[in-house]
């Protein structure tokens, strides 16, 4: 697939990295913005401003497949995406800052089609960041939530901790509920696929596909302390701090807002309806004893300003806050964050990237969910209606991946080895990201052969 990249932002640096091994990826920007790390890239590049038509010629925009506009300055990214359209049939994807230009597009989410600018899809980080935020807050102890067919197949992910019941156990040995996999285990920011003479480690992060019914079991049996979030702290009053107060507000959870600028504070009491607005500084040590912020469930720093949000999360888990979820601007940032003790560090712009590779560079085999980072994914791949039944155990997949659910109709099946793959299945597949390439054409083969 051919993509043009227009702009040398981090998100634009971000996307050229994961993008440019497998497609063929030019970036437009001016020779003076270009930082070494994209020249040490195989990419592509036009000089210039890709809101110039003469400068989209000579990046072949005509012969393309994909043309993001990614660059610090939103006008230029809808001018550039709009002229883009206009002159070639390429399928168009424009981010903005503000929420203001969404509104300008008649747009209700962060992607869907834009009706009236023919840019095919807008994307605001900060929108997917708050709905990965809010789906993390839902499970108590766990540190991502990915969900599948409606809510019938869900992924969990679970880090290890000094107290935990299957510390140092072989997963043979846990007896997990049914309809709860064990699908792959993150140890020293590397994922893995385990078996069953895998053992748990300190800090492992383990990650669980199964039906909601089973996972729900898994979290009460092993993982869960108490049942629901019942409260939440918010650190930053902005975008996405009042956008998962709403959130909050609709689930009926307690919550907290801590904004340190008088007319924002203004503006969210006079919008959330329930929520308490506080106006103060979240690294104010006195205020958030003060608050009592130590016996909030779940305590969420979305500032602007990463290093600020790492003092305030560090200062709630001095306070005893059991989960503390921190916004990391800097994507870099994120392991770090994790290092020193943060429960879960996300980045709206890693949050961006997962919604790009999920949504647009896949076209013959969906990818429902990239995890830690991009190194998993789960896939979805659909059986045909002329194949002939196999059992899983039959199967010789030539990477390690694990067939975490099938959809059946309006059924969500965790599979065993005995059981049987028939036509018009939907398989959700686990596997190491760069291994994905070659299960695919695994599946593609024997379903040829079935024919």
Not at 135 to 159: H, N, S, W
Not at 271 to 278: A, R
Not at 376 to 397: A, Q, R, T, W, Y
Request: glycine share 6%; hydrophobic share 40%; proline share 2%.
């Amino acid at each position: 697939m051919k993509i043009i990249i227009y702009g040398a932002s981090e998100m634009s640096i971000m996307l050229a990295k994961e993008l440019y091994e497998v497609h063929d990826v030019t970036v437009i920007a001016h020779n003076e913005d270009i930082p070494e790390e994209l020249n040490k890239l195989d990419i592509s590049y036009v000089p210039g401003n890709g809101a110039n038509l003469k400068v989209l010629e000579t990046a072949q925009i005509v012969t393309a497949d994909v043309f993001i506009a990614s660059s610090n300055i939103d006008e230029s990214n809808i001018v550039s995406s709009w002229i883009a359209k206009r002159i070639s049939s390429i399928e168009t994807v424009c981010f903005v800052s503000r929420f203001d230009y969404l509104e300008c597009f008649h747009l209700s989410k962060n992607v869907l089609k834009a009706q009236d600018s023919e840019i095919d899809h807008i994307i605001w980080p900060e929108e997917l960041l708050t709905q990965e935020i809010s789906r993390i807050i839902t499970v108590p102890e766990a540190i991502d939530v990915e969900i599948f067919a409606g809510g019938k197949a869900r992924l969990l992910e679970y880090r290890i901790k000094d107290d935990s019941i299957i510390l140092n156990k072989y997963i043979k040995d846990c007896f997990f509920p049914e309809g709860a996999l064990v699908v792959g285990i993150t140890r020293d920011n590397k994922l893995f696929i385990p078996d069953g003479s895998t053992r748990f480690h300190l800090n492992d992060k383990a990650i669980f596909m199964g039906t909601e019914q089973g996972l729900n079991n898994l979290g009460v049996n092993f993982f869960e302390t108490k049942k629901k979030t019942k409260t939440v702290t918010i650190i930053g009053g902005g975008s996405v701090g009042y956008m998962l107060a709403a959130d909050m507000e609709k689930m009926n959870i307690k919550t907290k807002i801590i904004e340190t600028t008088e007319s924002r504070s203004q503006y969210l009491s006079d919008n959330l309806k329930k929520s308490l607005v506080i106006k103060g500084d979240g690294t104010d040590l006195e205020l958030l004893e003060s608050e009592d912020i130590g016996d909030c469930d779940v305590l969420v720093s979305v500032t602007n300003n990463d290093e600020k949000n790492l003092l305030c999360s560090l200062l709630a888990k001095q306070l005893g806050v059991k989960k503390v979820i921190t916004r990391v601007n800097k994507a870099a940032n994120v392991n770090l964050f994790e290092k020193v003790g943060i429960d879960v560090a996300i980045s709206p712009k890693e949050a961006a990237l997962k919604e790009i590779r999920d949504r647009l560079l896949e076209k013959d085999v969906d990818i429902l969910a990239l995890v830690e980072r991009g190194q998993g994914e789960v896939i979805e791949i659909s059986v045909p209606e002329n194949f002939i039944d196999m059992k899983i155990m039959e199967l010789c997949l030539p990477e390690k991946a694990i067939i975490s659910a099938i959809k059946r109709g309006s059924k969500i099946l965790i599979p065993k080895g005995n059981t049987s793959l028939r036509g018009k299945d939907n398989m959700m597949i686990f596997t190491i990201a760069e291994n994905a390439p070659k299960i695919k054409e695994y599946f593609k083969s024997i379903f040829a052969k079935s024919r």
